[in-house]
DNA sequence: CGAACGCTTGAATCCAGTCAACCCCCGTGG
DNA sequence: CCACGGGGGTTGACTGGATTCAAGCGTTCG
């Protein structure tokens, strides 16, 4: 069980379900960054027990607000997003996600936000009633909830001073200063974002309309600070200007900001 | 050491730093609520060796946003608030806290946000570096703040909802709404709230100026909605039409909210 | 007593929202 | 093959809700 030379393939074809074996996960785009990498090569294989892995079509709801929480999950690939909805159609999304960022973790019955791929995404869904054994036998999981947990609490608060006094320039600006940080492309050398939310969906994210998205972007572009390429293309051509739009130094700490 | 009889004044007055006996711990207002509700009667007096009592006046900082993050904090007495500020002046409080909540919790070097009392105020310190020997002693404390984490990320994507969703009105309702379960005025069958924050400190609460407060504060005062008793007290007198301006059914969930 | 602060109210301003038109792209089906 | 429809995006004109600026009131405090 332990032995990693089962090949992929056996695990894969256990049944109708997919089950990973020990080489999905080795592989896993997910494997530095999620609750998984707090187990060592040698004891992946116990989340066998544990995770199934889910696809969702772009656009497919992965749960609603007020669902029956059963399930705790962990995006593997593409991306998701998570957000509230009013009866009048107003939406506020609380966070985009990506392969190692976590889903539907609470202590309640239902769940307290709705999910939604943005692309065609991969999950690993827990049951939330093995979470308690999972932290009995590996106590290094809970560790790693409660760190993350504080950690999204931490860029929450930024979100909450982005929406309650931050201007649309600023928020756009702000918006994209982490794009830049989490795809790493200063590190990389690279200018282009690839963005896979669109303008309605950084709107809800903002609290802004389309139309104030779309104009302050033109409005960079105008400026110089950006270019844009096609629906979902940014090109950052003034890194510095867009540091200054988005705010400057405090209330800006991408290094602590795991979700944007 | 662990009885009962040893009147509070003795363990008060040992010294220069207030150090809590078992008495303190079993009378304190947070006992219910806070961490330390995991440890039964007969484990209460092991906090002895881990927490130190603070006191902290009226408009009182306990850290700032940026300071080196050496202690984990929980209310015992009186309010607090934490928020986060710009280097030209506006402020967004992300939480006020009362008995029970918890302050400073997270893994970086630094406090990812500033704590001031809003009116003279008790808190029980933790050394960040005892944490971890705390939840090797007694795992359910772990549980409890991993626990208490999520609650506080939910309750942060409602504010986060209102924040970038709803207009002044629903805020303000939404506001007094969730003061009113927060009090238990409801099951008391009391209508009168006493609000230890000024009308500032909800405006930047809110995402709002203080005449726009003021102005809607009126507004529910002409329409009958609440009356209000000099600056702090709010009389609710219409619960019902309360509940309709802050925006009926979803979005509104008091039983989870722990932080308004 | 005067200064400071918190709160309220009024008038004017402005930023973002609303409403509407139009473009482009893409998929669909005649 | 092209006509059509729909969705996403952009732009313009106008509106309006919240902000800004300013003044005044009551209370507190040095």
Known sequence: ???????????????????????????CQARS????SVLGEERIACL???VVRRRIDAGGR?????DPAAHYFVVTEGAMMAFKE????????TGFLYA????????????VYSAEAL?????????????????????????????????????????????GRKNAMEKIATFLWFQVHRTRLRSRNLTLLDLPMTRRDIADYLGLTVETVSRTITRMRLAGTIGTIGKHGIDILDIEDLRQRAG?????????ARRV
Not at 33 to 36: I, L, Y
Not at 62 to 66: A, I, T, V
Not at 86 to 93: E, K, L, V
Request: proline letters at 4%; charged letters at 25%.
């Open 119 to 163: 692309n065609d995404a991969v999950v690993c869904q827990y049951e939330i009633a093995d979470l308690r054994e999972l932290f009995r036998a590996y106590p290094e999981v809970e560790h790693w909830l409660l760190r993350h947990c504080s950690d999204e609490l931490a860029s929450a608060h930024d979100q909450m001073f982005l929406l």
């Open 48 to 50: 066998n027990d544990f």
């Open 86 to 93: 009013a009866h009048d159609g107003r939406r506020q999304i």
């Open 248 to 256: 400057g130094g405090r209330a800006l700490r991408p290094a602590t």
């Open 100 to 111: 190692g960022d976590m889903l539907g973790l609470n202590h309640h019955q239902r769940y």
């Open 1 to 27: 069980m332990n032995e990693a030379h089962t090949p992929a393939i056996d695990a894969l074809a256990l049944g109708g379900r997919i089950v990973p074996g020990d080489l999905p996960c080795l592989l």
């Open 62 to 66: 992965l749960f609603d607000e007020g």
């Open 33 to 36: 960054s999620a609750v998984c």
